[in-house]
């Protein structure tokens, strides 16, 4: 809290008070700014770092929560906060009435959210959600005075479930203590309720508690934020907001609405069948993807986007006849997807066999995988990745670079932008009866014949599917850029 800024802007209130029992002029500036003299040193508190105020008899205690930077240079290597209070003493009641009010009214003009619906999945990543959320979440939202109604998840797709029927007019946004999961749900259910042009306007906020932590570690990291439950839970009191974009995935009437994913292949394979292994932790991924390298699969199949502006070069034209019934549904009042029409667009396409196909709307896939290091939240396109042709050492080599994008660079990958997409999955080349996985956002979408439990039933069919974008439809609480 010291002051080096010195550029100052106007005072709001400046009045002389007791703080540490010494009269010191304290001024709040239009910019949420206050500022004081302690020990004959200069201090300031910014609006940002104000989590709320009360009154206490003839004081005022200020909550605030403040970033401790590490090491001699800050950038990036911040994000740990520390809780500091500061209390102040007007010299009359009139003086006292008047800084709550000024304060008040500050406070108000941020457009902080209030009150919040929080799911919190007890079961998710390493069962930790319910402790985090304790110790770590709900004292900071009860210090900035958000009122929170609380439910913890009961099995799976209850998320869903809840947000269809909750009354979303009583909160200013919903906030999932869990993995990317429970997120899924949430859009899900909002996209199918009758009034979802509303109901996705409500800001949803994400703190990490599953394995699968991308949407978060995508927001916090460009910032220079680390993936922790204190600096979302900080991002949410906040208050700022971004749009997101969400893709549709169609199968005929079937819908199923992604923020994050669709992997078919390599990764799909991957992440669906290293479940046998959950024993093993983070390191499953690992150890079965090196297994899956070593007995490398390929996929026959084609697939067809639409190129974003600048990647007409990738792939071969390419004729697409679409499912018309995928658009219409009389039936079901919930969103139906964007009106894009498909058939008046310049679609390219390439052949199998493929050893991966992955789509991403955001750059991290988990948080120790950036997947996409070009995706853009509401840019209107996801980014996809194919590779193809790939000798198992490159491959090795390839997804060793996961963790910081740079695979993306291989010259057995393919890493392009597109604004609609078409999957025609096929066989397994080495075994021709033998057909794939298709996942999205971590969940099975389509099982193939033959593949790992493909006794259990998946909502859609291993056949062609078709994904379109509406950009930026849903909305997520977002830190704000920092200036490093
Ligand atoms: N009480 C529960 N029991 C079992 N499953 C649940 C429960 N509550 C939620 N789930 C399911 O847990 C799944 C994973 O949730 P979450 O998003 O928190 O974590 P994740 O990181 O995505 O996944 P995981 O930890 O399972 O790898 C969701 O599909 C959700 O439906």
Redesign the pocket.
Known sequence: MDLTEQVLSPAIISDRVLINGVVTPLTLTTDGELRWTESGRRKSTVANEILSFVEEGNKVRVKTVVERRGGICCRGSSGDYIRKDFVFEPLSNESRKLWCDKLREKLESLGRPKRLFVIV?????KKS?RKIFVEEVKPLFEDAQIQLEIQ????????KEIVKSMDVSKYDGIVCV??????V?VVNGLLEREDWRTALKLPIGMVP?????GMIKSLLDPVGLPCSATSATISIIRGRTRSLDVATISQGTTKFFSVLMLAWGLIADIDIESEKFRWMGGARFDVYGLQRIICLRQYNGRILFVPAPGFESYGQPGTCSLDNESSVSDKVLGYQGPDTKLEDLQWREIKGPFVSVWLHNVPWGAENTLAAPDAKFSDGFLDLIVTKDCPKLALLSLMTKLSDGTHVRSPYASYLKVKAFVLEPGARIDEPDKEGIIDSD??VLARGRRTYKCDQKALMSYDKLQITIDQGLATLFSPEEKLI
Do not use: C, R
């Not at 869990?178 to 997120?183: A, E, I």
């Open positions: 999945n007890p079961f998710g990543g959600a913890e998840t009961k099995y799976q797709l209850h998320a869990s993995g990317d999961g429970v997120l749900e508690a599953g394995s699968g932590n971590g969940e």
